[in-house]
Structure formats: structure tokens, C-alpha cells
């Protein structure tokens, strides 16, 4: 069962799909999210959210994607920050439903996406970046953060590195999000 689950995140096509649609799929979930939270749930989501979108922006001030190798910043303690930092994100704007059921859902779905793009993603970087980069695989874990790497800088931001991977456009569209679920709450649920 779980190589056909495997499968199914690696179909070329469903890939092709999801990705050309995700704009409208995500619209929708948003507004579904919105028109139907639990106000009270408004605070320890958002703080969970926040948590991510710091993690994400870490990121996106330590990655120059596919250039150089990322061993500063999160990527001294853990291959694929960036991941977790998505997770957190959108767990936090999935709280507001209030169903743990929902939390569970999502948690299994995101762990199978993420395995299998990164293993996708891993196997591209072995390939541009070569013999650094299957060191680096060698010394730092997949998901979970351990110690940082010898000679890597923790304290890590580069604003530069932060325009060009568009993190403050993933800031605005994640404040966006809060800003409609705060008004929502304030103005528009009960």
C-alpha cells in the first residue's frame, strides 16, 4: 500500500495538475478556511503560522537556489527547512477549523508530499552540485534539525538572497491570510 501511495505523489501527471491548478486550489481552501473557522482558534493558529513564515524566511535569506550549496542558516542544522517551515504555516491556518481530525489529514498528506519531492529534489542536486553536496547529505539530516554543521554560519540572513527567492511575497500572502481570518472574526463570524 504505501508504494502505491508513493506512486501517487510521484505521478508525472497528477504532479502536471496539481501544479497548474494549485493557485485556484489554494484560493478555494483559503476561503473555505475563512468562511468556516473557529474564531477561537485564531491566536494559537496564528502563532503557529508565524512560527512557519519566520522558518520560510530564514530560508529564503540563507538559499541561492541551485548556485551554491546552503550549509548557513537552517540549512547548517537540517537539509530541508523550508519544508517544515510550509508545514508549520499551513498547519497553523488549518487550526482554524478546529477539527483535529483535519490536523491528522494533513499532517499524513504533507508527510508523503514532502518525502517524496525531496528525495525528487535530492537526487536533481546530486547532479549540479555534486560531490559538496553528497557530503553535506552525509552530515545533515532529511527533516528533523540536529547540531549544526562544522564551519557553517547559524546566524545566517542575506537580504539579497531573501528579494530574489521572493520571500517577501510569501510574508504578504501569508499576512494576507491572517489579515482575512482576523476581520472574519471581528467582523463577519457569528
Given at each position: 500500500?504505501?508504494?502505491?501511495?508513493?506512486?501517487?505523489?510521484?505521478?508525472?501527471?497528477?504532479?502536471?495538475?496539481?501544479?497548474?491548478?494549485?493557485?485556484?486550489?489554494?484560493?478555494?481552501?483559503?476561503?473555505?478556511?475563512?468562511?468556516?473557522?473557529?474564531?477561537?482558534?485564531?491566536?494559537?493558529?496564528?502563532?503557529?503560522?508565524?512560527?512557519?513564515?519566520?522558518?520560510?524566511l530564514w530560508c529564503f535569506a540563507s538559499l541561492d537556489k541551485g548556485r551554491t550549496l546552503a550549509c548557513n542558516g537552517p540549512y547548517a542544522m537540517v537539509r530541508n527547512p523550508m519544508y517544515l517551515g510550509r508545514y508549520f504555516i499551513l498547519l497553523g491556518g488549518?487550526?482554524?477549523?478546529?477539527?483535529?481530525?483535519?490536523?491528522?489529514?494533513?499532517?499524513?498528506?504533507?508527510?508523503?508530499?514532502?518525502?517524496?519531492?525531496?528525495?525528487?529534489?535530492?537526487?536533481?542536486?546530486?547532479?549540479?552540485?555534486?560531490?559538496?553536496?553528497?557530503?553535506?547529505?552525509?552530515?545533515?539530516?532529511?527533516?528533523?534539525?540536529?547540531?549544526?554543521?562544522?564551519?557553517?554560519?547559524?546566524?545566517?540572513?542575506?537580504?539579497?538572497?531573501?528579494?530574489?527567492?521572493?520571500?517577501?511575497?510569501?510574508?504578504?500572502?501569508?499576512?494576507?491570510?491572517?489579515?482575512?481570518?482576523?476581520?472574519?472574526?471581528?467582523?463577519?463570524?457569528?
Open positions: 500500500m504505501l508504494d502505491a501511495i508513493h506512486r501517487l505523489f510521484n505521478n508525472p501527471a497528477l504532479r502536471k495538475v496539481l501544479v497548474k491548478s494549485r493557485v485556484l486550489l489554494g484560493l478555494a481552501a483559503v476561503a473555505a478556511i475563512v468562511w468556516y473557522m473557529d474564531p477561537k482558534w485564531l491566536l494559537p493558529g496564528f502563532a503557529v503560522s508565524m512560527f512557519g513564515e519566520f522558518i520560510q488549518l487550526m482554524l477549523i478546529g477539527s483535529p481530525w483535519v490536523l491528522v489529514a494533513f499532517t499524513v498528506i504533507y508527510y508523503f508530499y514532502m518525502v517524496n519531492r525531496v528525495k525528487r529534489e535530492e537526487e536533481y542536486l546530486r547532479g549540479v552540485l555534486g560531490a559538496p553536496y553528497a557530503e553535506y547529505l552525509l552530515k545533515v539530516n532529511r527533516f528533523l534539525p540536529g547540531s549544526p554543521i562544522a564551519g557553517s554560519q547559524l546566524a545566517f540572513w542575506d537580504w539579497k538572497l531573501l528579494k530574489q527567492n521572493h520571500g517577501t511575497t510569501n510574508l504578504v500572502a501569508t499576512l494576507v491570510f491572517w489579515i482575512a481570518a482576523f476581520l472574519r472574526a471581528a467582523y463577519g463570524a457569528g
